[in-house]
T-cell receptor
Framework: GNSVTQMEGPVTLSEEAFLTINCTYT??????LFWYVQYPGEGLQLLLK?????DKGSNKGFEATYRKETTSFHLEKGSVQVSDSAVYFC?????????FGSGTKLNVKP | GAVVSQHPSWVICKSGTSVKIECRSL??????MFWYRQFPKQSLMLMAT?????????EQGVEKDKFLINHASLTLSTLTVTSAHPEDSSFYIC??????????????FGDGTRLSIL
């Protein structure tokens, strides 16, 4: 079947620290992988995506690489800001359906 | 482009009433729309998929008679929570797929509706 596993949060970092949020998946076929961000009280915003193995998605300093050999799509950012505080969802898209991870809350302290 | 609007953004109502949530694609025709439910501090769970002009397909465990979905046009889908009770309180998010597959994501998400049943 299709499923996504994310590291549990919350993750608390100081400003300018390095961020990694782990995401692994199981899937049949050839899924696309996404990271979405959700700010309090809001819907989902696309952060980045990768559609095939070895693709790297990047946006606003965040990046993630589609690793088929390890079935992973870890999110990274070199220097986080307070404004990055939000909940991050890893998602798999396969056969016209999204499968979301449980979400990881990131708190960035000044 | 590819904007999805949900209305209302927040609704509070008494137990036993029915609540309708609208999902509109503002600048594209949505051949398919999706309804998700998000419990506090949890992930999104797909409730149902609706195709314009046909009956919605519900995921396992979702009550069809409780959550009525109508997709009467290519730009509008509605979710009606019938005889709502406090356990129906949640954050409901819709998404829509552009029939011409434009944009950088397969589904475009609305901003969600927070439903609180007293």
């Amino acid at each position: 079947g299709n499923s996504v596993t994310q590291m549990e949060g919350p993750v608390t970092l100081s400003e300018e620290a390095f961020l990694t949020i782990n995401c692994t998946y199981t899937a049949t076929g050839y899924p696309s992988l996404f990271w979405y961000v959700q700010y309090p009280g809001e819907g989902l915003q696309l952060l980045l995506k990768a559609t095939k193995a070895d693709d790297k998605g990047s946006n606003k300093g965040f990046e993630a690489t589609y690793r088929k050999e390890t079935t992973s799509f870890h999110l990274e950012k070199g220097s986080v800001q307070v404004s990055d505080s939000a909940v991050y969802f890893c998602a798999l898209y396969n056969f016209n359906k999204f499968y979301f991870g449980s979400g990881t809350k990131l708190n960035v302290k000044p | 482009g590819a904007v999805v609007s949900q209305h209302p953004s927040w609704v509070i109502c008494k137990s036993g009433t029915s609540v309708k949530i609208e999902c509109r694609s503002l600048d594209f025709q949505a051949t398919t729309m999706f309804w998700y439910r998000q419990f506090p501090k949890q992930s999104l769970m797909l409730m149902a998929t609706s195709n314009e002009g046909s009956k919605a397909t519900y995921e396992q465990g979702v009550e069809k008679d409780k959550f009525l979905i109508n997709h009467a046009s290519l730009t509008l889908s509605t979710l009606t929570v019938t005889s709502a009770h406090p356990e129906d309180s949640s954050f409901y998010i819709c998404s829509a797929r552009d029939g011409r597959d434009r944009g950088n994501q397969p589904q475009h998400f609305g901003d969600g509706t927070r439903l609180s049943i007293l």
